[in-house]
C-alpha cells in the first residue's frame, strides 16, 4: 500500500522557520521525483520544490528566494522541506507528491500538512 504521510506543519511566527518530512512507503523510493506544492485558501495548488530521490537535480519556485530547502533520506524513505524566513503568504496546506522518474503517469499525493503563519 502507498503511503505518503506529511508531518511538521504548524503555527509559526513571521520570520520563523518550519522543517516539513514527507515519509513515502509502499514503492521504491530511488525511482520517483518528489515534490512539495501547496495550497492556499481560494488558490490553485502551485509547485513549490522537486528533488530527484536518486541525487541529482534540485529546484525551486521563484517566490522561494532562497527561503527554503529540500532534500531526501534515502535511508528513511523521507523528503524534507525546510522553511525559513516565513511570511504570511506561506500560509497553506503543504503536499508531497511521488512521480515515477520512468513512467510519470505513475504518481501518488500525500494528504497535507496545513502551515500558518501568523503573529
Known amino acids: 500500500q502507498v503511503q505518503l504521510v506529511e508531518s511538521g506543519g504548524g503555527l509559526v511566527q513571521p520570520g520563523g522557520s518550519l522543517r516539513l518530512s514527507c515519509a513515502a512507503s509502499g514503492f521504491t523510493f530511488s525511482t520517483y521525483a518528489m515534490s512539495w506544492y501547496r495550497q492556499a485558501p481560494g488558490k490553485e495548488r502551485e509547485w513549490v520544490a522537486g528533488?530527484?530521490?536518486?541525487?541529482?537535480?534540485?529546484s525551486y519556485g521563484n517566490f522561494v528566494e532562497g527561503r527554503f530547502s529540500i532534500s531526501t533520506d534515502n535511508d528513511k524513505n523521507t523528503v524534507y522541506l525546510q522553511m525559513n524566513n516565513l511570511n504570511s503568504e506561506d500560509t497553506a496546506v503543504y503536499y508531497c507528491k511521488a512521480v515515477h522518474t520512468r513512467i510519470p503517469t505513475i504518481k501518488y499525493w500525500g494528504q497535507g500538512t496545513q502551515v500558518t503563519v501568523s503573529s
Open positions: 528533488i530527484f530521490s536518486a541525487g541529482g537535480s534540485i
